[in-house]
């Protein structure tokens, strides 16, 4: 199973940008598609944006439409998500996410079924 690390995140002002990394280690991620979910407090995790492995399409749930983008970079063997124009609705843990096989589709709205191994976490918390 491919084991992700995150890393980024933090406290920022509404407005300012952050970008998250989800790391693999053991395995290639650029032959898996990687998911970011994000869980607010109260709320269910949700799906934030996707790549397909091939890193030729990628989709995003519609209120970060415009401000968010994922982005892989084979090199480092890392999927980035971008998050310019923070807004306080933005704040949540944020997961990344992948299937247990590679080269797998992705669908232009994921289910969390849809991916096997998961990220720690981390928590992004944007004030106003």
């Known amino acids: 199973q491919v084991q992700l690390v995150q890393s980024g995140g933090g406290l920022v002002q509404a407005g300012d940008s952050l970008t998250l990394s989800c790391a693999a280690s053991g395995r290639t991620l650029s032959s898996y598609p990687v998911g970011w979910f994000r869980q607010a407090p109260g709320k269910e995790r949700a799906f934030v944006a996707g790549i397909t492995w091939t890193g030729d399409s990628s989709y995003y749930t519609d209120s970060v439409k415009g401000r968010f983008t994922i982005s892989r970079d084979n090199a480092k063997n890392t999927v980035d998500l971008q998050m310019n124009s923070l807004k306080p609705e933005d704040t949540a843990v944020y997961y990344c996410?992948?299937?247990?096989?590679?080269?797998?589709?992705?669908?232009?709205?994921?289910?969390?079924?849809?991916?096997?191994?998961w990220g720690q976490g981390t928590q992004v918390t944007v004030s106003s």
């Open positions: 996410a992948c299937p247990g096989r590679p080269w797998t589709p992705l669908t232009e709205i994921p289910r969390e079924a849809d991916f096997d191994s």
